[in-house]
């Protein structure tokens, strides 16, 4: 198979080279694509050396699918080129995720609504994915009612520029900064563009992308965002509210039994999920189980998942195996 990766330099586009590496994905020819600042240089992948190149030459050489982590920009100009030239486009940025028409793709929740028409495949928002993974099966079991949701987000969910913010600010380097204050030894409620309603982008993608997934318009989502000094990964602390009572044995039944679900939840041993765990592992982690004693069939938990894997590269590697099998 010939695969494009879009965006190969970034954050994502190098988890992505890692991934496909790791799963042995039956890349035949592997095609990475660039800004057009990177065009031309190297990048190495299954020990040899590539050559970045661009959109154009891309298309050229007719990949099947084409991975892409470039931002929305990207997406929104050169998705439907891509499509229109017969490649499949799985698509890491909003740029297409709450279009009615494009499938949005949790492999373990609904690959299967994937069919062989299907040209551009968005991929969720990091946090959504994480969260979603504990919600379905959750939801399909009790019916979720409400979610309350606050999330740490890694800085590594705004890009490189980012990273090399915290790495300054922490060796005490004046450098270019990626937000508007600065993050080692902070946090702050902000992460995307404020909105009218008050809210910011990534978390009305939480509210919009959680019940597209689900196919459940009704679920009601109450996000906030918070931006942590952390690398390895986002966390989120989650009260979901379900139609339905529930008991704790049988959430621990339900979620131990999803696939790219590992329960850390050993309160004796101090055992939870944290980010500096869940780094470099593609399962989304899951503890501090525990009845809502405030509300009836109300539940609170900690989920932690590495967000350039299963938030982004992961994710997107699960839906090109699955479409494999359009191209068998």
């Known amino acids: 198979m010939k695969l494009a990766v879009v965006g190969v330099t970034g954050l994502v586009g190098r988890a992505a080279l890692k991934i496909l590496e790791e799963r042995s994905f039956p890349v035949g020819q592997l095609i990475p694509v660039a800004s057009p600042r990177s065009k031309g240089q190297m990048i190495r992948f299954c020990d040899q050396e590539l050559l970045i190149t661009d959109h154009l030459q891309a298309i050229s050489e007719k990949p099947e699918i084409a991975i892409f982590s470039a931002g929305g920009d990207v997406s929104r100009e050169w998705a439907p080129k891509y499509a229109a030239a017969g490649v499949r486009v799985i698509d890491n940025s909003s740029a297409w995720r709450m279009d009615p028409a494009i499938p949005l793709i949790v492999p373990e929740i609904n690959a299967g609504i994937l069919t062989s028409g299907d040209y551009i495949i968005a991929n969720p928002n990091c946090s959504t994915i994480q969260l979603v993974m504990v919600l379905a099966p959750l939801h399909a079991r009790y019916s979720v009612k409400r979610v309350v949701i606050s999330t740490y987000q890694s800085v590594t969910g705004t890009g490189a520029k980012a990273v090399r913010q915290l790495e300054n600010e922490r060796n005490g380097i004046a450098g270019e900064m990626a937000y508007p204050h600065p993050i080692d030894l902070n946090l702050f409620p902000h992460g995307g563009a404020f909105q009218e309603n008050g809210y910011t982008a990534e978390e009305m993608k939480l ?96 989920i932690v998942s590495d967000n350039l894997r299963k938030g982004a590269a992961t994710n997107a590697i699960q839906i090109a195996e699955y479409l494999l099998r359009f191209s068998s």
């Open 207 to 302: 509210v919009y992308e959680t019940r597209k997934i689900l196919n459940a318009p009704s679920i009601m989502v109450s996000p906030t965002i918070v931006r942590v000094p952390v690398l390895g990964g986002h966390s989120e602390a989650v009260n979901i509210e379900f139609s339905n009572p529930f008991d704790l044995p049988d959430i621990y039944s339900v979620l131990s039994t999803m696939p790219g679900i590992t329960i850390q939840d050993d309160i004796q041993r101090n055992i939870y999920p944290m980010p500096i765990l869940a780094e470099g592992k593609d399962d989304v982690f899951v503890g501090r189980i525990r009845r809502d004693e405030s509300l009836e069939n109300a539940l609170n938990l900690f």
